[in-house]
């Protein structure tokens, strides 16, 4: 194990960080979307307020939310999260998909900072699994939030089509 030292270092371990998220981000922006669907682990059974309190009153995510920037679009095809344009089924659907996309990402770029053992010393190491967490964790609680407020959209989105689409049907057209 070698290690490096001064900007030898400081480069070798921005440029990781740099090509791991841009590597990252690219292969999470090629997955389809069957690979990201499924059942969400975020949404509960039995649909309530008391997730999304949890995240508002105990984390305070609605006062630090504002700070998160959002790379959603950085690649081409990507998906800004920050703003909802259109609020039809289809369109939350999609949102709520590239919360996955995102949160995978996120989960993918933090354990780099185990590879920056190979070259820094332990208190840099310790560095970089703090930038690490302090970088991802807010991401990843963001996505699952955004995810949580999403399904609650979706589902009275949905709750007040299906009463008009039954009167549509039942008039003939």
């Known amino acids: 194990m070698a290690t490096l030292s001064g900007w030898g270092a400081v480069?070798?371990?921005?440029?990781?960080?740099?090509v791991w998220s841009l590597v990252i981000g690219a292969l999470a922006n090629q997955?389809?979307?069957?690979?990201?669907?499924?059942?969400?682990p975020c949404q509960p059974d039995h649909p309530g307020a008391a997730p999304l309190r949890f995240y508002e009153q105990w984390l305070r995510i609605r006062i630090w939310k504002p700070w998160i920037p959002d790379a959603g679009n950085a690649l081409p095809g990507g998906i800004r999260k920050g703003s909802l344009a259109r609020r039809d089924p289809l369109a939350l659907q999609r949102l709520s998909l590239e919360t996955r996309r995102a949160e995978l990402v996120h989960c993918l770029l933090w354990p780099a900072w185990?590879?920056?053992?190979?070259?820094?010393?332990?208190?840099?190491?310790?560095?970089?699994?703090?930038?690490?967490t302090l970088f991802n964790l807010p991401c990843l609680l963001l996505q699952r939030y955004?995810?949580?407020?999403?399904?609650?959209?979706?589902?009275?989105?949905?709750?007040?089509?299906h009463p008009n689409q039954r009167q549509r049907s039942s008039m003939g057209g």
Do not use: E, S, Y
Request: zero cysteines; proline letters at 6%; a positive charge.
């Open 11 to 18: 480069v070798a371990t921005a440029m990781l960080w740099l």
């Open 114 to 132: 185990m590879v920056t053992a190979l070259w820094l010393p332990p208190a840099g190491v310790l560095i970089n699994l703090l930038f690490a």
């Open 31 to 40: 997955l389809p979307d069957r690979l990201l669907g499924g059942r969400d």
């Open 146 to 161: 955004n995810r949580l407020r999403l399904g609650r959209t979706l589902r009275r989105t949905l709750g007040r089509q």
